[in-house]
């Protein structure tokens, strides 16, 4: 198979760092779901979080940089974090578009450890003008509760409908809510705009709303990686990604304008290569503690074949 960079270089791209405008920040791998296609292989009984002092750093770094525009926070399910409350309101009140990433049943579910509610974060969310982006596998009933587990499409559906309820995806308020679909098995996403509308046209008979659907590839990484090869298929998908290539998609690659930090605040191009470990180096591994923009802005980013999914078709967004 060849390179990411083969093909690039085929194709005419020099793929380096354009900005940093945004701080992907990974703050625990605890989860109340245990999706299979979770590249992170987050899972309720996953420990690793974020302690205080990275966290109060990450903030440090955003207050200082006026260029970081925006921060996204994810997991596992970042809400599961004791601290993450604080951290939503302190980006908040740094003045930065603050993006969490939430499977949507944790409002409902709470923390499976504890058993702590976690129903307030709707109005929470609305509080602090949080753009939700928000993971559903599929608008059929049967095709969602077999990806996540029984009953997980009526929960995320109530879930939607209590953040439509503080005004989410109504007009003039500001509030965003995203919807995210992952396509189920080494399939890839196709028509994302057609596919948006069958979305709207599904929850609408619901009663319920939301701005704008992102359509994310499966990547051949942690679980759906290693389910892939064990059936033998990862070569074939790998395959399919590389004639699906698209050179508009990949110049607009999220790993051009954002850094990823994980729990331990160390730094990735992006949250797919947090996952292999591959963190930013050069004459020494670069973190959250020793972070300088001009820095990462001159650094070489660090591609591998699961960049294809980024790359196929129309992108995954």
């Known amino acids: 198979m060849p390179a990411f960079e083969s093909v690039t270089k085929d194709h005419g791209l020099a793929l380096e760092p354009l900005s940093i405008e945004a701080l992907w920040v990974n703050i625990?791998?605890?989860?109340?779901?245990?999706?299979?296609?979770?590249?992170?292989?987050?899972?309720?009984e996953r420990t690793e979080q974020m302690n205080l002092t990275v966290m109060e750093r990450c903030l440090e770094v955003l207050s200082r940089y006026d260029s970081i525009t925006s921060v996204d926070i994810t997991g596992g399910a970042p809400e599961l974090h004791p601290h993450f409350d604080y951290f939503v309101a302190e980006a908040n009140r740094a003045g930065k578009r603050v993006k969490v990433r939430t499977n949507l049943t944790v409002a409902l579910d709470?923390?499976?450890s504890t058993g702590e509610g976690k129903g307030y974060l709707?109005?929470?969310?609305?509080?602090?003008?949080?753009?939700?982006?928000?993971?559903?596998?599929?608008y059929d009933e049967a095709i969602t509760d077999e990806v996540r587990g029984r009953g997980v499409f009526r929960k995320s559906l109530e879930v939607i409908r209590r953040l439509n309820e503080e005004g989410y995806a109504s007009e003039g308020t500001g509030l965003v809510l995203n919807l995210v679909h992952n396509v189920s098995g080494p399939l890839l996403l196709t028509e994302r705009d057609k596919l948006e509308a069958e979305f709207k046209a599904a929850l609408s008979k619901h009663g319920l709303r939301f701005n704008r659907l992102y359509t994310v590839t499966n990547m051949p990484i942690g679980r759906f990686g290693s389910a892939l090869e064990r059936s033998g298929g990862y070569r074939d998908y790998v395959t399919k990604l590389i004639k699906a290539f698209s050179p508009?998609?990949?110049q607009e690659l999220v790993c051009r304008t954002l850094v990823s930090v994980d729990y331990e605040g160390r730094l990735y191009d992006c949250d797919f290569n947090q996952v292999l470990g591959?963190?930013?180096?050069?004459?020494?591994?670069?973190?959250i503690f020793n972070f300088d923009l001009e820095r990462l802005l001159?650094?070489?980013?660090?591609?591998?074949?699961?960049?294809?999914?980024?790359t196929a078709g129309g992108g995954s967004s």
Request: with cysteine.
């Open 28 to 44: 625990t791998r605890r989860c109340n779901q245990a999706c299979r296609h979770c590249h992170l292989e987050a899972s309720p």
């Open 122 to 138: 709707p109005r929470f969310f609305a509080e602090h003008g949080v753009e939700v982006i928000a993971s559903l596998p599929h």
């Open 110 to 112: 709470g923390d499976p």
């Open 278 to 287: 591959w963190q930013i180096k050069d004459t020494e591994p670069v973190s």
């Open 298 to 310: 001159s650094r070489h980013i660090r591609f591998g074949a699961h960049c294809f999914g980024c």
């Open 248 to 250: 508009g998609a990949a």
